[in-house]
């Protein structure tokens, strides 16, 4: 029976900047204009001395003043810098955490220095690979070990394995449990510090460096060390495995060509390293504004180097960013705008977790289809090779050679257009989910100030409402701007994809050496479904991902409504489920259970709804139907006739119960483009325009709404029809029992009617305790806790749904598909 155990406390915690300042070089004949006071301060003087008196006392002087987590003067070394930001940090590694340093500052600054150092300063990748070993040397237990190491290079928006003598261009990808991985980067087993340093070298001496004007030793490229910290806990914790990951950064310096003097290739390199450092930058404003201003969307999919600190930036990550500046006074803009970003990095927040070892059939179902698909590509390319031995002997070699080359660039452009298309696509759809919280927060301002204006309080709450109200309509606004210009971008590349595939076609019905050309694009075509399988699998992920945080939500629920861990146990026994390792640390503790129930006014706190991106009290709860539509939309028959039907039958099985539980307060879950309804019309998934109208074809009592990035965005109509008819299971009644007779739930007559419309859909809670596919992983209950279901066979069809954002405007009470 799969085991389900709930992932570990989240806990938030905000970015540690450092700023350092290195001193003035021998080649370097300038004022120092860089005074750093109580080792927090940054002070940038004028560097214009000539200004006379009365300007300076009119306090128009270019002095600027900044305040950081830890600043570090000239005469500061590596150890120092590393003592206090960053050794606690490398301890929870050990622990199982994430974390990430990087180094971010113009170029010639002192990252390189920082992160590497020297032989008499070690930089801060040589110190914490010597803590990481020192405390599993130290560590007394009997929990066993296990460091790896990869080292990579983002190099002209190409990535490259540092580790590897001849590396080829690597590509990302997205993994629910450990985010975005590097295909096919090489990871070493490694035994001691000494080891990781030999091959830090060694990748070292195989990054991109070049002579600036600036740096004699300038490095063109990104480069992140990665250490894996995996420890096997023995004992009782036997099956437990703790996954910590350490990310360390040196990037390249953002520049200026006419301060670097480089032409050519160094300038065209240059333009690399400021866009993808723009990326960043811009990232972080959108961080750091989100704080402020609520839901911004974050262009992480801009730049490789921005996907790659996703997770450091805003995800399960502790990170600290040290910003390096030079004390030159000819440095002060570049010195100003590194401070500048790492000022508004402190706003940025990351939430950490602990990351407790897994194992998810669902995602090794996907693994094995993806292997078995890799084998056959294998084996086509075997019969390739050997055909192509065939033909160099005969006279028709010199036209199948164009012809096979010709193929090979159409082919590798049409991979490149498919990657471009899951980015893009994949911006939109997280450029949605960050809209639909957008949206939902306005309605929620929208009847506030509704509320307030009723009963005639004090004008200034309804203008901070008012002023809020128009920060969150700016936001929708350049999202949906953003939207718009993405969707373009999908249609050009649409364009594009369908000009590859003529051309490709052409190639084929032209050569005479049918068999040959077919076999090849036999094998490309597996190379596209490999890759979209992947695709497919995160986005798979992703709603395994939000399922788990839906039953993460349910489970806080069930915690906060009073009910203990016996009574859990009970009730669940009742109906054959079996919670076992109960012993084990729980998921949420009763310290923080009771916590999260308001002393003062005896109800629930907010929680932090994975979905909305904000808080809804705890009893907001997203319920899904699952039901038997799943994998089946993978196999090739299904594509085109069921796919569409049954994602939309997903969707429509989607609601959000707001806490109030009144039909109003009920979100609709708004999609536009509709890609994402379509599945895939064509080999690549489809081309946009197509499924909407077969949808609506099958779902007369769908209606459209217009939608700024595409022809229509779906929603049911009606808020009152039926539920369904779905399996109505004794634990979902139970359950919902619970939560009904709870003294911290009051039950309004709305949500009385909705009970009942509720508990028609046995699916919801079914989705939540019975048949998600969670059944089948860990994840559920804490380290220690599984859930075993008496009913396993729901859950193997889970569809590969695009998540909650893709999803139609549906509202509660939807269209069953079932009637
Ligand atoms: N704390 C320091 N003490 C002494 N010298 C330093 C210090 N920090 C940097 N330097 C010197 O400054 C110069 C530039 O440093 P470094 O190569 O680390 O810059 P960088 O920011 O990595 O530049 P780029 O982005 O061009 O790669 C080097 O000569 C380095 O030795």
């Given at each position: 029976?799969?085991?389900?155990?709930?992932?570990?406390?989240?806990?938030?915690?905000?970015?540690?900047?450092?700023?350092?300042?290195?001193?003035?070089?021998?080649?370097?004949?300038?004022?120092?204009?860089?005074?750093?006071?109580?080792?927090?301060?940054?002070?940038?003087?004028?560097?214009?001395l000539s200004k006379d008196y009365l300007v300076r006392i009119q306090n128009r002087t270019k002095e600027k003043k900044y305040c950081f987590d830890h600043a570090f003067g000239p005469n500061r070394t590596n150890v120092d810098v590393y003592k206090k930001c960053i050794s606690s940090v490398i301890a929870g590694v050990v622990q199982g955490l994430n974390a990430t340093v990087f180094a971010y500052g113009s170029t010639g600054s002192g990252k390189t220095y920082t992160m590497v150092g020297t032989r008499d300063d070690p930089g801060l990748m040589v110190l914490s690979l010597h803590t990481i070993f020192d405390l599993i040397k130290s560590n007394k237990s009997s929990d066993e070990f296990e460091?790896?190491?990869?080292?990579?290079?983002?190099?002209?928006?190409?990535?490259?394995?540092?580790?590897?003598?001849?590396?080829?261009?690597?590509?990302?990808?997205?993994?629910?449990?450990?985010?975005?991985?590097?295909?096919?980067?090489?990871?070493?087993?490694?035994?001691?510090?000494?080891?990781?340093?030999?091959?830090?070298?060694?990748?070292?001496?195989?990054?991109k460096t070049e002579s600036t004007e600036v740096n004699a030793t300038s490095s063109r490229s990104h480069a992140v060390l990665e250490i894996t910290v995996k420890r096997k806990q023995r004992n009782k914790y036997r099956n437990q495995v703790l996954r910590g990951k350490l990310a360390l950064v040196d990037l390249a310096g953002s520049e200026r060509a006419s301060e670097t003097n480089s032409g050519g290739q160094k300038l065209r390199d240059g333009a690399n390293i400021n866009r993808s450092l723009l990326a960043l930058a811009n990232c972080i404003n959108a961080l750091g504004k989100q704080q402020k201003k609520g839901l911004a969307y974050v262009p992480y999919r801009n730049s490789k180097l921005t996907?790659?600190?996703?997770?450091?930036?805003?995800g399960n990550s502790q990170t600290v960013m040290v910003a390096t500046v030079s004390p030159e006074d000819s440095q002060y803009h570049h010195t100003v705008n590194t401070l500048k970003y790492a000022d508004r990095a402190k706003e940025i927040k990351t939430h950490i977790q602990k990351n407790i070892g897994t194992v998810d059939t669902h995602v090794s179902d996907y693994q094995r289809m993806i292997d078995s698909l890799q084998i056959e590509v294998g084996r086509l390319n075997k019969e390739l090779a050997a055909k192509e031995s065939q033909l160099s002997v005969k006279p028709v070699e010199k036209a199948a050679d164009d012809e096979l080359s010709w193929l090979n660039i159409l082919s590798h452009e049409i991979s490149e257009n498919v990657q471009e298309r899951i980015n893009l696509q994949k911006a939109l759809f997280e450029l949605e989910e960050t809209n639909l919280c957008n949206r939902t927060e306005l309605q929620h301002l929208d009847d506030a100030i509704a509320k307030q204006q009723a009963i005639g309080t004090d004008g200034a709450v309804v203008d901070a409402l008012r002023a809020r109200r128009q920060v969150i309509l700016d936001n929708i606004r350049d999202n949906d701007e953003a939207g718009v210009n993405y969707q373009k971008e999908i249609e050009a590349n649409e364009r594009h994809r369908c000009e590859l595939q003529d051309m490709i076609e052409e190639a084929i019905s032209n050569n005479g050496n049918k068999t040959y050309l077919r076999i090849l694009s036999q094998y490309r075509i597996l190379g596209m479904t490999n890759t979209e399988l992947q695709f497919e699998m995160a986005m798979r992920d992703q709603v395994i991902h939000n399922q788990r945080e839906s039953l993460r939500n349910m489970w806080n629920l069930l915690m906060g409504l009073g009910l203990d861990e016996r009574q859990i146990l009970d009730l669940a026994a009742k109906q054959g489920i079996t919670i076992e390792d109960w012993t084990v640390t729980p998921y949420l503790g009763l310290s923080d259970r009771k916590q999260s129930l308001s002393p003062a006014s005896g109800r629930l706190e907010p929680l932090d709804c994975p979905y909305m991106g904000q808080s809804f009290l705890k009893t907001s709860c997203i319920f899904q139907h699952c039901q038997d539509f799943g994998s089946r939309s993978f196999s090739r028959e299904h594509w085109d006739s069921a796919s569409t039907f049954c994602r939309e039958e997903h969707h429509s099985s989607y609601y959000l119960m707001s806490h109030d539980h009144s039909p109003s307060s009920c979100v609709?879950?708004?999609?536009?483009?509709?890609?994402?309804?379509?599945?895939?019309?064509s080999p690549f998934?489809?081309?946009?325009?197509?499924?909407?109208?077969?949808?609506?074809?099958?779902?007369?009592?769908?209606?459209?709404?217009?939608?700024?990035?595409?022809?229509?965005?779906?929603?049911?109509?009606?808020?009152?029809?039926?539920?369904?008819?779905?399996h109505k299971d004794a634990w979902n009644t139970t359950m919902w029992q619970h939560l009904c007779e709870s003294p911290h739930l009051?039950?309004?007559?709305?949500?009385?009617?909705?009970?009942?419309?509720?508990?028609?859909?046995?699916?919801?809670?079914?989705?939540?305790?019975?048949?998600?596919?969670?059944?089948?992983?860990?994840?559920?209950?804490?380290?220690?806790?599984?859930?075993?279901?008496?009913?396993?066979?729901?859950?193997?069809?889970?569809?590969?749904?695009?998540?909650?954002?893709?999803?139609?405007?549906?509202?509660?009470?939807?269209?069953?598909?079932?009637?």
């Open positions: 029976m799969p085991s389900i155990r709930a992932p570990a406390a989240k806990k938030t915690t905000t970015l540690t900047v450092a700023v350092k300042c290195r001193p003035l070089t021998e080649r370097e004949r300038g004022r120092d204009i860089v005074r750093v006071i109580d080792n927090k301060e940054v002070v940038v003087l004028d560097p214009d460091v790896t190491c990869s080292y990579l290079e983002v190099y002209n928006e190409v990535i490259y394995d540092l580790l590897e003598k001849s590396s080829g261009h690597l590509e990302l990808r997205e993994d629910p449990e450990q985010g975005i991985i590097v295909a096919g980067l090489r990871c070493i087993k490694v035994h001691s510090a000494d080891k990781i340093l030999e091959l830090l070298n060694l990748g070292n001496g195989r990054r996907r790659i600190l996703k997770d450091g930036l805003s609709r879950l708004r999609r536009s483009s509709e890609h994402w309804v379509g599945g895939r019309a998934f489809g081309t946009p325009m197509k499924h909407p109208r077969k949808l609506r074809h099958s779902y007369p009592e769908i209606r459209t709404h217009s939608s700024p990035y595409g022809e229509s965005c779906m929603s049911s109509s009606s808020h009152s029809a039926d539920f369904g008819n779905h009051r039950m309004s007559s709305s949500q009385e009617l909705y009970k009942g419309k509720l508990m028609g859909h046995g699916g919801t809670t079914q989705g939540l305790f019975g048949c998600s596919p969670l059944e089948q992983g860990p994840g559920f209950l804490g380290s220690n806790r599984t859930f075993q279901n008496p009913k396993p066979s729901n859950c193997s069809n889970m569809s590969p749904l695009p998540s909650f954002a893709s999803m139609g405007q549906i509202s509660l009470g939807s269209h069953n598909p079932d009637t």
